[in-house]
T-cell receptor, first 114, second 114 residues
Framework: AQSVTQLGSHVSVSEGALVLLRCNYSSSVPPYLFWYVQYPNQGLQLLLKYTSAATLVKGINGFEAEFKKSETSFHLTKPSAHMSDAAEYFCAVIFSGSARQLTFGSGTQLTVLP | EPEVTQTPSHQVTQMGQEVILRCVPI?????FYWYRQILGQKVEFLVS????????KSEIFDDQFSVERPDGSNFTLKIRSTKLEDSAMYFC????????????FGPGTRLTVL
């Protein structure tokens, strides 16, 4: 079955440290890939997306993600964490053959320590 | 910037009652979606809607659920006879046309079934 896996339900980093949130998908055909962020009591906001153009994708708020077909991964990174980055992050995928249905990972709660 | 709006923000209902959740899509968008997030779980796709008909639905979207766009602006999700397990955050999303287009999410409606 096609699925999305986010390793680590909770990640803590110090302010200024590297942020790395992991996402892997299971599919033999490269899908469309998205990262969304959810701040407390708010909806989902798109950070960035991969739709078969450049494999390194830059998004808002200094985030970027690299699509690695050989590893079926789309990890999210940010060189230097800021307190305002504390939120829940969701990797989401549109698999081939699923039209427009987003399949979400279970989410990673990012805590930024002062 | 245009945004998706949802009403109400919080709905409390008794088990067995009907509820209608409302969404106002971004004006030039053609595809509409409902997702739900049970507390502590991942965001799940319910249904997609285009040209006044359902284009895709998940196994969650059974006969107790229905969607419509009654007046050409609002997009509604109706749950005919609510169950305790329907308690969740329900998100509406919309996108313009292409399958690779970003889905823009509303802030959600928190449904509590007592």
């Amino acid at each position: 079955a096609q699925s999305v896996t986010q390793l680590g339900s909770h990640v803590s980093v110090s302010e200024g440290a590297l942020v790395l949130l992991r996402c892997n998908y299971s599919s033999s055909v490269p899908p469309y890939l998205f990262w969304y962020v959810q701040y407390p009591n708010q909806g989902l906001q798109l950070l960035l997306k991969y739709t078969s153009a450049a494999t390194l994708v830059k998004g808002i708020n200094g985030f970027e993600a690299e699509f690695k077909k050989s590893e079926t991964s789309f990890h999210l990174t940010k060189p230097s964490a800021h307190m305002s980055d504390a939120a829940e992050y969701f990797c989401a995928v549109i698999f081939s053959g699923s039209a427009r249905q987003l399949t979400f990972g279970s989410g990673t709660q990012l805590t930024v320590l002062p | 910037e245009p945004e998706v709006t949802q009403t109400p923000s919080h709905q409390v209902t008794q088990m067995g009652q009907e509820v209608i959740l409302r969404c106002v899509p971004i004006s030039n968008h053609l595809y509409f979606y409902w997702y739900r997030q049970i507390l502590g779980q991942k965001v799940e796709f319910l249904v997609s809607f285009y040209n006044n008909e359902i284009s895709e639905k998940s196994e969650i979207f059974d006969d107790q659920f229905s969607v419509e766009r009654p007046d050409g602006s609002n997009f509604t999700l109706k749950i005919r006879s609510t169950k305790l397990e329907d308690s969740a955050m329900y998100f509406c999303a919309t996108n313009p046309a292409a399958s690779t287009d970003t889905q823009y999410f509303g802030p959600g409606t928190r449904l509590t079934v007592l």
